[in-house]
């Protein structure tokens, strides 16, 4: 629980020093860019699944 507040505490402080710098967030601006990092994460965690089952 501890990693997830410091990660939205990070992503909210960054969000605000783009904002002043009228820059555009470093973020998916589609949910097409938000379901990519999330087939990523579930690719890792497939693979690591795999390996335990069926190589240890």
Known sequence: MTEILIALAAGTFIG??????????????????????????????TYSWIIERFFS
């Open 16 to 45: 605000i020093v783009f904002s002043l710098l009228k820059l555009p967030i470093p973020a998916p601006q589609a949910i097409s860019g938000i379901a990519g990092i999330l087939g990523i994460y579930l690719g890792s965690i």
